[in-house]
């Protein structure tokens, strides 16, 4: 089976890379790839679907949707957590950013504009991308297991605290 013209470029730069990752043919619809040694798929449309309800509940609340999108993957999809993480990150990050423009740009509803706290932002952004970097060097010598029990443990003690 052919690849599209755009996994042809993903192919090329994850070689170059030397990242473990490698698109592999997949039937119309479906995306294939192999990381680590393991081989993952997932239907592109259950994907789109699914990317489509997170941005409509994420624009609601005005959070970003590597949150909520992230344990859809991992439980639903069955994908590993090292490959979602980083996607996760990453698309949290974007909508962030163009989130903090818009924000900036756009006149209250009395008039006048609101100003973001810059300074806050920053800090978090670079805690933010501290923790990336920290956590995408740890979690490649933590167990699958591991990390999908902490990732449970976490969401279950947010929901929690939220019902109390």
Known sequence: MEFAPWAKRIQAVAAAGDMGLR?????????AFSFAGQEHSFDRRAMLALAFVVGIIGGTYGIGGGAIIAPFCIAVFELPVYVVAGAALAGTFATSVVGVLVYSVLPLPGGGHASPDWALGTLFGLGGLAGMYCGAAAQR????????????????GLGLSYLL
């Open 23 to 31: 698109l592999l043919p997949a039937p119309s619809g479906r995306v």
């Open 141 to 156: 010598h933590i167990p699958q297991r591991v990390l999908k029990l902490g990732l449970g443990l976490l969401l279950a």
